[in-house]
């Protein structure tokens, strides 16, 4: 089905630990994006990427890696996770041409850092 | 930089009552606005957009909002709420040549039977 897929959905991990999540679209945007929810925050932007190989830091950047090596995916890497870290993670993606000018988001991954 | 505030935490109404949800913002440029529901542990959901043109601007569900420039809003309305509106609500705001969101912190919205 087309749309913006995250794996896994939940994920529960230690602190220290490496951890990867995962996300898909079948759209072929240009322009993907990671947010964390977070009570009393919103969302707040991680890091985005424009296009394959092209990215770049939000609000909230460090503790976190990204890459893009292909149109349709987008993974989130936590090299070391901590307890802050726990949050929901969503990504989302954005057509750039035409009339669209809403970010479409995926159904999120809950992640707990113990 | 830009930003959004949404000042109240909570709304609660009673079914078949106007539901407002207030949504202020700041950005540099000219303002592409945006309201989002979210469901209990789902993702967020598109509901309506200004881009530019007329100020009134309706959307999903029944929902509607009013671009005021003059005083930076963009409230989220509904003239009569139902019970399925019960949800968390986000506004957000970017500049008209920048692709990256700013979200508001959010308001939970209950409506009682």
């Known amino acids: 089905d087309a749309g913006i897929t995250q794996s896994p959905r939940y994920k529960i991990t230690e602190t220290g630990r490496q951890v990867t999540l995962m996300c898909h679209q079948t759209?072929?945007?240009?322009?993907m994006f990671w947010y964390r929810q977070d009570l009393g925050h919103g969302l707040r932007l991680i890091y985005y990427s424009a296009a394959a190989d092209i990215t770049d830091k939000g609000e909230v950047p460090d503790g976190y890696v990204v890459s893009r090596s292909k149109t349709e995916n987008f993974p989130l890497t936590l090299e070391s996770a901590t307890r802050s870290q726990t949050s929901v993670y969503f990504c989302?993606?954005?057509?750039?041409?035409?009339?669209?000018?809403?970010?479409?988001f995926g159904p999120g991954t809950r992640l707990t850092v113990l | 930089a830009q930003s959004v505030a949404q000042p109240e935490d909570q709304v609660n109404v009673a079914e078949g009552n106007p539901l407002t949800v207030k949504c202020t913002y700041s950005v540099s440029g000219n303002p592409y606005l945006f309201w989002y529901v979210q469901y209990p542990n789902r993702g967020l959901q598109f509901l309506l957009k200004?881009?530019?043109?007329?100020?009134l601007v309706k959307g999903s569900y029944g929902f509607e909002a009013e671009f005021n420039k003059s005083q930076t809003s963009f409230h989220l309305k509904k003239p009569s709420a139902l019970v399925s509106d019960s949800a968390l609500y986000f506004c957000?705001?970017?500049?008209?040549?920048?692709?990256?969101?700013?979200f508001g912190a959010g308001t939970t919205v209950t409506v009682r039977a």
């Open positions: 957000a705001v970017r500049d008209r040549g920048d692709y990256k969101l700013s």
């Open positions: 200004y881009i530019t043109g007329d100020n």
């Open positions: 759209w072929s945007h240009s322009y």
């Open positions: 989302a993606s954005i057509r750039t041409s035409g009339d669209y000018n809403e970010q479409f």
